[in-house]
């Protein structure tokens, strides 16, 4: 039976287009419809390509601790499930259905066995229609720079290593990896992982312009979180940022928490990449939390006045939500539809073919599948629905 949800207007195509929207068997059967009143806005299910954790779920601590075989009713492994249910379910309620978990630089048993945790997990999905859709794993690390580690534990970083580098690709799903690309070996690492399928970021990277541009041109995607750990954009001596922003195809990504990044260089990106930037929380397990202490893999999180950071004051990930990074990027003067897209089609896009769960990830199209989140006029999520059925939080 076809059912309305209540907008005023959906986005389509890039473009919001007035009328409500209907769906029905898990699809939507309609667009263009009478528009409701209220000024609600229907959208694709958001999509975040770098999410560490969420209320108080940290994923890369899911491999801290080994198995323990003589005791299956306190296995660490079944308690990885619960805890990545917990965190799919509270991503969900905040309008994101399909979220890749993030995985940052660790010791590499326990990035390992934090891959294999989550692979476990996403088993169980079909089990539980009220969380977030979980795809592959995004590896942000160990092979970055030093100089521009951020908060990633220097302890655990290595130069390219493709053993090691197979080794975290065989342990479990992966979508993405976030590699420094001017490291000597870096190119072997980015050809071995675009032929596994696997799309590769540039960050975390100390590199020239010109370093830059040889690995977008060997095939790596895109850039982590644009401006953050990373070279910047010297007039003269122009890095990474610089050389994201200008080489045509790549992928910037931005965490728009009103902490990480200035509403002008919101701006300067929206335009300098048009079509081609996305937003991401870089959450952490502070995310829908209240201030206090988390962790992020080894690193001790201090959550405070909406910011996280690590004991020397670093930013480190971020407690924001999709939908509050839309709220920033508007309310810097960036046009609605845009940063709505840049929340849903753009991000879609960087995940590999394979590891999309169907073939409308990101886009609300009538026939679509029906992942779609629903916004209030101030921008604010009411509903979110998963192949059409309407999901709520619960703990």
């Known amino acids: 039976m076809s059912r309305r949800l209540g907008v005023s207007a959906a986005l389509v195509d890039g473009v919001l287009h007035a009328g409500d929207v209907a769906v029905a068997d898990g699809v939507v059967d309609a667009v263009g419809l009478p528009a409701a009143r209220g000024g609600a806005i229907a959208v694709a299910g958001l999509v975040d390509v770098q999410c560490n954790g969420y209320a108080g779920v ?7 601790a080994p198995d323990d075989a003589d005791a299956p009713d306190t296995d660490d492994a079944d308690d990885a499930v619960a805890q990545v249910g917990r965190f799919r379910r509270a991503v969900a309620a905040d309008g994101v259905t399909a979220v890749v978990p993030t995985i940052i630089t660790a010791a590499p048993d326990t990035a390992a066995r934090a891959l294999a945790r989550l692979d476990r997990a996403r088993a169980h999905d079909a089990d539980d229609a009220a969380g977030a859709r979980l795809l592959g794993a995004h590896v942000e690390g160990p092979f970055l720079a030093p100089a521009r580690r951020g908060t990633h534990p220097p302890v655990h970083l290595r130069d390219p290593d493709p053993a090691l580098q197979a080794r975290l690709f065989d342990a479990g799903q992966v979508a993405i990896t976030t590699i420094a690309p001017e490291l000597d070996g870096a190119a072997e690492l980015v050809r071995r992982a675009r032929a596994a399928g696997i799309t590769v970021m540039a960050g975390h990277s100390d590199a020239t312009a010109a370093q830059a541009h040889l690995g977008f041109d060997a095939g790596v995607s895109g850039a982590t979180h644009l401006f953050n750990a990373m070279s910047g954009f010297d007039h003269r001596a122009p890095g990474l940022a610089a050389a ?14 009103g902490h990480h990044l200035a509403p002008d260089v919101l701006r300067v990106v929206a335009a300098a ?18 201030d206090g202490t988390f962790v992020l893999g080894d690193v001790a999180l201090t959550l405070a006045d909406g910011a996280v950071r690590n004991s020397d004051g670093t930013l480190a990930g971020s407690a924001a939500t999709l939908a509050g990074c839309v709220r920033t990027a508007v309310a810097a003067g ?12 753009t991000p879609a896009g960087l995940v590999p073919p394979a590891r999309r769960p169907h073939p409308d990830l990101g886009v609300l199209r009538p026939g679509g599948v029906a992942d779609v989140t629903v916004l209030d006029d101030a921008l604010e999520v009411t509903a979110v629905l998963l192949a059409g059925q309407k999901i709520t939080r619960t703990e």
């Open 244 to 257: 994201a922003l200008a080489h045509p195809g790549v992928v910037v990504t931005v965490i728009a928490d």
């Open 58 to 64: 940290d994923l890369t601590a899911l491999g801290d």
């Open 334 to 345: 960036i046009d609605l539809a845009t940063a709505l897209v840049a929340a849903t089609a």
């Open 273 to 290: 990449a048009a079509g081609r930037w996305a937003l991401i929380t870089d959450a952490t397990a502070a995310a829908g939390m209240p």
